[in-house]
């Protein structure tokens, strides 16, 4: 699907919209008038900030309020790669500081993960396998990184291929690490995305490597994705920028899996 308009695209968000996006993740609408008091600002001043957001599609407009998009439909990479951006690349250096050099790494989909391949420029030894455009894009600028990019069907809006020649490139190798990110993050369900090929193509990554990481920011809890991709369990380590809540905390740490936020 083209993007509708460039202005956007290089549009930084400001704290206040990130802030209204995480609320609006935790809730299944917001009125106007809950993020005027909320903000202690006028419903004018919040329309702006709404407005913008429904624009790029981050958010749509519902009777009085605004809700998150559909289920069954992620927004686009361009418009993702605003979304807490400057989160985004202190999780991938965080995740980039674990990764000892020599080490072959599969790099799943998504925006933080293009992160991660940013972090990892400084490196003069790796192997890396990836169905991500954006980070064998940002590879291409260091020829001691020997990247080598899968084949299978091209998703224009989110940069990445999917498939079973995808499935079938990833299942080919043993990775020492899986980064990979996600559509949302349910407590009880883990990993869930918008659609089954990207669901298919994670779950190889996954099952083909030695340590798996996943990288997701604060906004991915509770997004409408309804494909189950992966437990909690089945990972090894979650790099974040911060948690929703302590309970949270409680049931991820149920699951064994370790914890790393990167929040200030």
């Known amino acids: 699907m083209a993007e509708k308009s ?88 965080a995740v980039a500081d674990q990764i000892p050099d020599g080490s072959t790494i599969f790099l799943g989909i998504g925006t933080t993960v293009g992160s991660v391949a940013n972090a990892l420029l400084k490196y003069q030894n790796l192997r890396v396998l990836t169905n991500n455009l954006k980070a ?53 369900y883990g990993m869930m995305d918008f659609k089954p090929d990207e669901a298919y193509v994670t779950q190889s990554i996954l099952e083909n490597s030695r340590k798996k990481i996943l990288v997701a920011d604060n906004t991915k809890w509770n997004r409408p994705a309804n494909v189950k991709v992966a437990s909690f369990k089945d990972l090894d380590l979650m790099v974040t920028d911060l948690l929703p809540d302590e309970n949270t905390r409680v049931q991820l740490e149920r699951s064994k899996l370790k914890i790393k936020e990167c929040s200030a």
Request: hydrophobic share 35%; aromatic share 4%.
């Open 6 to 93: 460039g202005h956007h695209l290089t549009m930084r968000l400001s704290e206040r919209q990130n802030q209204i996006l995480e609320w609006t993740s935790r809730e299944d609408a917001l009125s106007i008038e809950d993020l005027s008091n909320h903000f202690q600002l006028s419903t004018q001043t919040i329309r702006k900030d709404i407005n913008a957001l429904c624009e790029t599609g981050l958010l749509r407009r519902v009777h009085g309020g605004v809700c998150l998009p559909s289920a069954i439909e992620n927004l686009s990479f361009n418009t993702r790669q605003v979304m807490n951006a400057k989160n985004k690349d202190e999780i991938a250096q």
């Open 136 to 188: 064998a894009a940002i590879l291409c600028n260091n020829e001691n990184i020997d990247t080598h990019v899968s084949g299978g069907r091209l998703r224009q809006s989110d940069h990445d291929l999917v498939g079973v020649e995808t499935i079938r490139f990833f299942s080919s190798f043993k990775a020492d690490y899986a980064i990979v990110g996600t559509g949302g993050l349910d407590p009880s």
